[in-house]
């Protein structure tokens, strides 16, 4: 990731690092670049993406924030960023797998012309309602209703509307939320009534956000599903059985299913879009079945955290952590491991179906 990452900026700083580094390193560098032809990333969603934006809301409570330690043990300089890992997330290694730059957080942003080379508008504890974790974090409507829309009307502005139209057809648009709403319906009980109204007012929020998302330009749509929630060491940890929290599961997968049913009617309803529907249910739960065809020695302990599989509390100073994290699969009670991130992209990227459909992100950032 190291030699990786000093490849990414450009074409022409890629290939001028490349030649004269090892050939091994060009190989890993270059061919990504040459696959992806998408000019930049625009992210939205939660804490799986967030690279720093909650570092800039003063009233989040310290749960929604990741800049202290022991988040970002392995990431360059040992330093917490914001992100809910020990290293880089997922978003990091999409953007590397494209060649781009991965996009800073908006609200870290003072000069508007870098919203060209994207944007991540990703906030720790926000989803799909704007009930869940409210006031703690940027939810997914004003994500798209503030943040992207100022940035859409900026590049208008700055490119004019054709060029403005063109660059964000182009560019991925990579979503990840959801587990959030499933979280606080499980553990506090928010977001009530039966399971079938509590997927389906979530099915009808994320159809008209992500029209409003088509509206504003966005034509290639990478989805990030949920993940097999009831699995992670929280919600586990909360299970009678410490077996797999059942509830959360059931929801994750028929969450998963009724975005699937959207994102087909979608497209087939907007002939100019495109999309890939990454399903880390299974993937996730192909590692926790076979850890050790995959590298894990622990699938269901938290690296960094507190209490009983360092399950009952976020990873925090106090912590103690693992020394190997590369043998984890998950870092702190919800987040995967940087190893996690980084395994999963690759299969979100060149996969096949049924992990990535109906395209995989190499296809659907194709020229
Ligand atoms: C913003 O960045 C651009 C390009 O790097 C630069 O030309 C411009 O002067 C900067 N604007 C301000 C206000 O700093
Ligand atoms: C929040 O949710 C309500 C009800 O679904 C919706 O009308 C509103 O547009 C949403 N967004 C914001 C930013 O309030
Ligand atoms: C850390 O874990 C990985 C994956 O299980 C293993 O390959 C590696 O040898 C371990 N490293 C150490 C220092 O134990
Ligand atoms: C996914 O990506 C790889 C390489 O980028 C490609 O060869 C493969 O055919 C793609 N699609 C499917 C459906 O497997
Ligand atoms: C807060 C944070 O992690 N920001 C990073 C976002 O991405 C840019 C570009 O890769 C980094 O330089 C920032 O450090």
């Known amino acids: 990731m190291g030699f990786w990452r000093r490849c ?81 997330n997922f978003v990091d290694y999409l953007a590397d797998s494209l060649g781009v730059a991965s996009p800073p957080p908006y609200l870290s942003i003072s000069n508007t012309s870098v919203y060209l080379r994207g944007v991540n508008f990703s906030s720790g504890g926000s989803g799909v309602s704007n009930l869940t974790n409210m006031g703690q974090c940027i939810s997914f409507d004003e994500q798209i209703d503030q943040h992207y829309s100022t940035v859409h009307a900026t590049l ?102 009724a975005v699937t049913m959207l994102l087909r009617d979608m497209s087939a309803m907007h002939p100019g879009m495109s999309y890939a529907f990454f399903d880390t249910y299974t993937a996730l739960l192909q590692y926790i079945r076979q850890p050790e065809a995959y590298g894990y020695t622990e699938v269901k302990a938290a690296c960094c955290g507190l209490g009983d599989n360092n399950a009952m509390f976020q990873c925090t100073p106090a912590s103690s952590y693992c020394a190997n994290r590369t043998s984890y699969m998950f870092w702190d009670i919800v987040h995967p491991t940087e190893i996690t991130a980084k395994r999963l992209t690759k299969v979100a990227f060149d996969g096949s179906p049924p992990l990535v459909y109906p395209i995989n992100i190499s296809q659907l950032t194709a020229s």
């Open 8 to 88: 990414t900026p450009s074409t022409s700083a890629c290939a001028g690092v490349c030649v004269v580094a090892l050939l091994l390193v060009a190989l890993a560098c270059c061919p990504t670049r040459a696959r992806g032809a998408a000019p930049a990333v625009y992210v939205l969603g939660d804490s799986q993406a967030d690279v720093g934006n909650n570092n800039y809301l003063p009233a989040t409570l310290p749960m929604y924030k990741a800049n202290y330690p022991h988040n970002g043990v392995d990431y360059p300089g040992g330093k917490p960023t914001g992100r809910f890992s020990n290293g880089y």
């Open 156 to 257: 208008v502005e700055q490119l004019g509307p054709r060029q403005a139209s063109t660059h964000l057809a182009e560019s991925l648009f990579s979503v990840a939320i959801g587990g959030n709403d499933i979280i606080n319906r499980v553990l506090l009980s928010q977001l009530v009534g039966t399971q079938d109204q509590f997927i389906s007012s979530l099915a009808n929020s994320l159809k008209r956000q992500l029209q409003r998302m088509y509206d504003l330009g966005t034509r290639r749509l990478l989805f990030v599903g949920a993940t097999p929630l009831g699995c992670c060491p929280m919600l586990r940890e909360q299970s009678p059985t410490k077996e797999c929290h059942a509830e959360a599961n059931y929801l994750s997968a028929r969450y998963n299913n």
